[in-house]
């Protein structure tokens, strides 16, 4: 029997080969269309002849190649990539609701996805019922027969709060009409797979650690075949697709990723540590500090904590944007995952548009700065933090 590979091995080496000149690199199909030997033949994507491609809204050979490896590495069955990582979550969620049905979400989820929830899909006469962390295990209450998607994200943008992945699909399993959703991003499939704990639908901003250059928009849902094909068929009319070119930057990406990933967590926990001991620091949050409100989650389900730190200056926003105004290494930018480290203050970036009470909800406060870990040399970001912490 095939053993069971790693996921760098995967990402590496895939599924679908080059067989016109057995090029080591899968090719960049740069084209928009594809022409037929005869005319009989677009009978082959009416039948859906998988590697049978007409048009690059419908499929292209580089996207799929792409498509299969970000299955594998997630353990499911396929995947489908979009043009942005909010392509993939409107897109995803417009394929398996409609009028009457009921939607439940964490409120603590990506800005621009909450206000997707909050302000869009009501107008498709569908109601979305939002939670708090801490009413998971109530999560019953909340239950109707019209509930068709639990939606959530672990750990959380940008408190790193963690759900527990376990405690959502047990309560959701109960019932055979309820999908449940993650947003895997923060985590990346290095660090978590929400498959093995048997959620239904991973999402993922591929701008981010994915792809991990900050050159590219990009986003993906993974899953099994029979819901990628219905989410497939809805792409196919919003045409949220992505270009080749980028497709194959991702795969390219893809490659380092259990790298790049190893290397984030190490450096995010020495600086997590290395904020904690800081006296203009008043608060540290991280995944993998003891100190963690959710650590115990973390450490059942996560297997590195990640590269996403947030911390609360002793101080206010003022104090904040000071701070981040001083480096001289990391970039006060806002995004995340990449090889270079970025700073962000949510109060003015992820979480621009929300009112005092959402903020207050999502724990966010203005001294709050959000820090994506890059991978440069760690006692060089140690000496930036310092600086910019001392000249406040
Ligand atoms: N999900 C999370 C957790 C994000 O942080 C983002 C973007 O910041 C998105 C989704 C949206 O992705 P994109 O910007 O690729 O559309």
């Known amino acids: ?3 069971k590979f790693g996921i760098s091995t995967i990402a590496i080496h895939g599924e679908i080969k080059d067989k016109s000149f057995r090029s080591v690199v899968y090719p960049i199909y740069q084209s928009s269309t594809f022409a037929v030997e005869k005319s009989d033949d677009y009978q082959k994507f009416i039948d859906e002849v998988e590697d049978f491609y007409i048009y690059s809204r419908y499929g292209n050979p580089t996207i799929r190649e792409v498509e299969k490896r970000l299955a594998l590495i997630e353990n499911c069955d396929d995947a489908i990539l979009f043009s942005s990582g909010m392509s993939a979550i409107t897109t995803t969620i417009l394929s398996l609701v409609g009028p009457g049905d009921e939607i439940i979400s964490l409120s603590s989820i990506y800005g621009v996805t909450y206000r997707f929830f909050r302000d869009y899909i009501p107008r498709f006469k569908i109601n979305v019922k939002f939670i708090e962390l801490n009413q998971i295990q109530e999560l019953k209450n909340f239950i109707t027969e019209k509930t068709k998607l639990i939606y959530f994200e672990t750990p959380i943008n940008p408190t790193t709060r963690v759900v527990d992945i376990k405690e959502i699909v047990t309560q959701a399993k109960k019932y055979d009409h309820i999908l449940t959703v993650i947003d895997n991003t923060f985590a990346t499939p290095v660090n978590q797979n929400p498959a093995d704990f048997g959620v239904d639908i991973i999402l993922h901003s591929a701008t981010k650690y994915l ?23 809805v792409k196919n009319t919003l045409g949220g697709v992505p270009d080749p070119h980028q497709a194959f930057l991702l795969g390219r990406s893809l490659k380092t990723l259990e790298l790049r990933v190893k290397k984030q967590n190490e450096n995010a926990l020495k600086i997590a540590e290395f904020l904690s001991n800081h006296k203009a620091v008043r608060k540290v949050l991280y995944p993998g500090l003891p100190s963690h409100p959710d650590h115990d989650i973390a450490k059942r389900q996560m297997k590195g904590f990640g590269g996403m730190l947030s911390f609360e200056i002793d101080g206010n926003l ?28 949510p109060v003015l970036t992820s979480h621009i548009k929300m009112d005092e009470n ?35």
């Open 211 to 233: 792809s991990g250059h900050s050159d590219l928009i990009l986003g993906c849902v993974i899953s099994r075949k029979e819901i990628i094909d219905k989410i497939r068929k």
């Open 1 to 3: 029997m095939k053993p």
């Open 318 to 345: 003022e104090h904040a944007k000071k701070f981040c105004d001083s480096l001289k290494i990391a970039l006060n930018a806002t995004s995340l995952g990449s090889v270079e480290t970025l700073v962000s203050i």
């Open 358 to 392: 959402e903020l207050e909800k999502a724990g966010i406060t203005s001294a709050l700065v959000r820090i994506s870990v890059g991978i440069e040399n760690v006692e060089d970001l140690l000496w930036d933090f310092d600086q910019a912490l001392n000249s406040i």
